[in-house]
């Protein structure tokens, strides 16, 4: 039975009020920020939208959803690593090609926030960075809220900047209750990589 023309103006008129892109922040000490990420991800890809992960640290390690975005297609999913992997130990200073790894890769995220080809995209580890002054947070803040309208972006990490909490419309903070670490357990392949 075809729909009235008001009933799917209104219907049309509601789906498009709904377009509202979200800023996201997954932080906390827990587990489960940039997993969180992923299946959002996942569930984004499954509505026909077009994925980004940027991610901020990573770049050695060869993690299980590299490959599970490839299988879902480049054109969907696309995961740029864009770090060399722990970029500080202990209280360590930031060397220079960290730094520079870190403005490549928001100079990239941020240019892609405008190229409008995507509908969904994650700094992944993004507080880390910011965390360690190696992005200024205020100009984060900016490009973030002067983003496209319909643009939905998730921002990854522990200790998310009060700007940054301030700035989003969702803040989940993942808190650990258990982690097997504490028991000695190390990292599981498929859970953890
Ligand atoms: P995941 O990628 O599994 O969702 P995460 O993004 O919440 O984890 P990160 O702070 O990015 O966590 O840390 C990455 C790695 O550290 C992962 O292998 C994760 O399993 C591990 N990890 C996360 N939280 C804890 C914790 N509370 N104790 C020990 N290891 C942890
Ligand atoms: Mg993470």
Same mark, same amino acid.
């Given at each position: 039975?075809?729909?009235?023309?008001?009933?799917?103006?209104?219907?049309?008129?509601?789906?498009?009020?709904? #377009?509202?892109?979200?800023?996201?922040?997954?932080?906390?000490?827990?587990?489960?920020?940039?997993?969180?990420?992923?299946?959002?991800?996942?569930?984004?890809?499954? #509505?026909?939208?077009?994925?980004?992960?940027? #991610?901020?640290?990573?770049?050695?390690?060869?993690?299980?959803?590299?490959?599970?975005?490839?299988?879902?297609?480049?054109?969907?999913?696309?995961?740029?690593?864009?770090?060399?992997?722990? $970029?500080?130990?202990?209280?360590?200073?930031?060397?220079?090609? /960290?730094?520079?790894?870190?403005?490549?890769?928001?100079?990239?995220?941020?240019?892609?926030?405008?190229?409008?080809?995507?509908?969904?995209?994650?700094?992944?580890?993004?507080?880390?960075?910011?965390?360690?002054?190696?992005? /200024? $947070?205020?100009?984060?803040?900016?490009?973030?809220?002067?983003?496209?309208?319909?643009?939905?972006?998730?921002?990854?990490?522990?200790?998310?900047?009060?700007?940054?909490?301030?700035?989003?419309?969702?803040?989940?903070?993942?808190?650990? $209750?258990?982690?097997?670490?504490?028991?000695?357990?190390?990292? #599981?392949?498929?859970? /953890?990589?």
């Amino acid at each position: 039975m075809p729909i009235p023309a008001r009933l799917a103006a209104v219907i049309l008129w509601r789906t498009m009020a709904e #377009q509202k892109g979200l800023l996201i922040v997954y932080t906390g000490p827990g587990k489960g920020k940039t997993t969180c990420a992923l299946g959002t991800a996942f569930r984004a890809v499954g #509505q026909g939208m077009r994925v980004l992960m940027v #991610q901020f640290i990573k770049g050695s390690w060869h993690y299980g959803e590299l490959d599970a975005a490839k299988m879902l297609g480049d054109d969907r999913f696309e995961i740029r690593p864009m770090g060399r992997g722990f $970029v500080k130990v202990g209280g360590a200073p930031t060397e220079p090609e /960290d730094l520079r790894l870190c403005e490549e890769a928001w100079a990239f995220g941020r240019e892609q926030m405008a190229g409008g080809r995507y509908d969904l995209i994650v700094f992944d580890e993004i507080n880390y960075v910011i965390g360690y002054h190696m992005l /200024d $947070v205020e100009k984060v803040v900016a490009a973030l809220t002067a983003r496209p309208e319909p643009l939905h972006v998730i921002c990854t990490g522990r200790n998310a900047h009060p700007r940054l909490v301030e700035a989003a419309d969702l803040v989940t903070e993942m808190r650990e $209750v258990k982690h097997p670490y504490t028991s000695g357990i190390l990292a #599981q392949r498929g859970i /953890d990589y």
